[in-house]
């Protein structure tokens, strides 16, 4: 079984900054893309940043020049620097990883964080 536990949220004021770690356990042989997802009430969830396994990142353009999504692969972590945040930014943020559990295995799977909550007041 896989887990990802995320930390790091929390209430913060417009301009200020937080730093989202979300860490992957149990059975992992391999893990490819790993990636931020948010949620506001009313809204559809909606990806925030992605890195694949050999560094590559992707942002929405929502965030662009002010998030920055890294890794550490000793640690099967992902972490989420965010700055300049706006009231826009609150939400439930969620990561995410796609998963290969043993060498043998075949198949990948997309594993879930429970979330945490970001609050950005203005």
């Known amino acids: 079984q896989v887990q990802l536990v995320e930390s790091g949220g929390g209430l913060v004021q417009a301009g200020g900054s937080l730093r989202l770690s979300c860490a992957a356990s149990?059975?992992?042989?391999?893990?490819?893309?790993m990636g931020w997802y948010r949620q506001a009430p009313g809204k559809q969830r909606e990806l925030v940043a992605v890195?694949?396994?050999?560094?590559?990142?992707n942002y929405a353009d929502s965030v662009k020049g002010r998030f920055t999504i890294s890794r550490d692969n000793a640690k099967n972590t992902v972490y989420l620097q965010m700055n300049s945040l706006k009231p826009e930014d609150t939400a439930v943020y969620y990561c995410?990883?796609?998963?290969?559990?043993?060498?043998?295995?075949?198949?990948?799977?997309?594993?879930w964080g429970q979330g945490t909550q970001v609050t950005v007041s203005s």
């Open positions: 149990g059975s992992i042989f391999s893990i490819n893309d």
């Open positions: 995410n990883a796609l998963i290969r559990a043993t060498a043998q295995a075949t198949y990948i799977i997309k594993y």
């Open positions: 890195i694949t396994g050999g560094g590559s990142t």
